[in-house]
């Protein structure tokens, strides 16, 4: 959707490194979130936002740390990326807090950790 | 702990075949249901969604689910596929009311349907 690009598309980082992913919405809907992919697991709740600087743990949030400065960004770092965490990544979108109309997804970060 | 479970991990159907995709969850309370679809290569869209009122509900392609409360289910279902249904489908449960802000996705059911 127009309203919501995550960037990069694509990346190869090495383990160990340090890696953001961003998340850009223009639809100024007050909840975001970051999912990850993983065959037979569906999607996983990473973190997610429910207003500038405030942010919560979701179901795997060990490894990962995020940052929400403006409505806009959410931005999802991997402090020292492992193998582990080769994974699609998926950004979101609400404007309920309840969620009761669905989420609005980004397309996707495909991130590989050689 | 709230689980969905999606029992058909790939389903494979000729077109014009008949589809239902099994959706069951474990939370007892208020719920909200949708489904899911990920084409290759592209983000999940929203293909329909209950909260409350006629349990069967449909959505977007010609697809349809029932909610059947005593079976804690919320089947997917289109009369006839077509090639272009080929995709993954992800159904979602979040427990209802306010401060409640995490879904639970299930594990997704790859579908093929041969032309």
């Known amino acids: 959707d127009a309203g919501i690009t995550q960037s990069p598309r694509h990346k190869v980082t090495e383990t160990g490194t340090p890696v953001t992913l961003r998340c850009h919405q223009t639809e100024n809907h007050r909840y975001m979130y970051w999912y990850r992919q993983d065959p037979g697991h569906g999607l996983r709740l990473i973190h997610y936002s429910y207003g500038v600087k405030d942010t919560d743990k979701g179901e795997v949030s060990d490894g990962y740390s995020v940052s929400r400065s403006k409505t806009e960004d959410f931005l999802l770092t991997l402090e020292s990326a492992t193998s582990s965490q080769t994974s699609v990544y998926f950004c979101?979108?609400?404007?309920?807090?309840?969620?009761?109309?669905?989420?609005?997804f980004g397309s996707g970060t495909r991130l590989t950790v050689v | 702990a709230q689980s969905v479970s999606q029992h058909n991990h790939h389903v494979i159907l000729s077109e014009a075949a008949s589809l239902e995709l099994g959706c069951n969850y474990s939370y007892g309370g208020t719920v909200n249901l949708f489904w899911y679809v990920q084409y290759p290569g592209q983000h999940l869209q929203l293909l329909l969604k209950y909260f409350s009122g006629d349990p069967l509900v449909k959505g977007i392609k010609g697809f349809e689910a029932e909610f059947i409360k005593s079976k804690f289910s919320f089947n997917l279902r289109k009369p006839s596929v077509q090639w272009s249904d080929t995709a993954e489908y992800f159904c979602a449960v979040k427990r209802g009311g306010s401060g409640t802000y995490k879904y639970i996705f299930g594990t997704g059911t790859r579908l093929k349907v041969l032309a």
């Open positions: 979101a979108i609400s404007d309920s807090g309840t969620g009761d109309y669905g989420y609005t």
